[in-house]
């Protein structure tokens, strides 16, 4: 068993690495399905996607998602703060499904931890919780952005990933970053340029 461990670790960290390469940060084709919708999607878990849960909003969740979005925001500013709550609210409706409620922030579980969620997890799904929101046409100011990441430690910064969206008036990118709370809480979304620079949620 310790020996398992010490390969899914040795995986989780290799996939860290090679995902925190490039620009635009980790390329999502390999963590969800095509033909994903909002009522039947992959959940990512367990860090590093090691563990996926086919789960999906009913048909009342999914009305709920959307009325946490109604009325449209009336500027930028109030839409991103509209998105950082519903993003929890989709956090807590499929934590329910999958268990994974309990996922804390950070990654501070043990990689035996199939709940627990990192950069990766946290990425691949706000992104996924994100496109499901602009396809249904709840946003008015932004429009959903490529994954962005930070840090190599030849820098002495540790990788890190997270996904973003663009303001479409200013262009202005800001990282929706799930992974410094504990589930079901609203993630920061701040600009690009300030994440990038090594911000981190003050403990």
């Given at each position: ?9 040795y ?7 090679l ?6 940060g980790?390329n999502?084709?390999?963590?969800r399905?095509?033909?994903h ?5 992959i ?25 946490q979005?109604t009325?449209?925001a ?20 499929v ?13 501070k579980?043990?990689?035996?931890d ?10 691949a799904?706000?992104?996924?919780y ?14 959903v ?5 930070r ?12 996904a973003?969206i663009?303001?479409?008036k ?10 410094y ?5 609203p ?14 949620l003050?403990?």
């Amino acid at each position: 068993m310790k020996k398992s461990y010490a390969f899914l670790s040795y995986l989780g960290i290799s996939l860290f690495l090679l995902s925190a390469c490039g620009n635009t940060g980790i390329n999502l084709s390999a963590y969800r399905e095509l033909s994903h919708s909002p009522e039947r999607f992959i959940q990512c878990h367990g860090q590093g996607c090691t563990t996926r849960s086919r789960t999906g909003f009913t048909s009342a969740e999914w009305k709920r998602v959307k009325v946490q979005m109604t009325p449209p925001a009336k500027n930028a500013e109030a839409e991103r703060v509209k998105i950082a709550k519903t993003i929890a609210l989709m956090e807590r409706l499929v934590g329910a499904h999958t268990g994974t409620q309990v996922d804390r922030a950070e990654a501070k579980a043990p990689k035996s931890d199939i709940f627990q969620m990192d950069c990766i997890d946290e990425t691949a799904n706000t992104t996924q919780y994100l496109k499901f929101l602009e396809t249904a046409g709840l946003f008015t100011f932004h429009r959903v952005s490529d994954p962005v990441h930070r840090g190599f430690f030849i820098n002495g910064m540790w990788p890190h990933n997270t996904a973003s969206i663009q303001e479409k008036k200013s262009g202005a990118i800001y990282v929706v970053d799930a992974f410094y709370q504990d589930n079901g809480k609203p993630p920061a979304i701040i600009p690009k340029e300030i994440w990038v620079a090594g911000w981190r949620l003050a403990p």
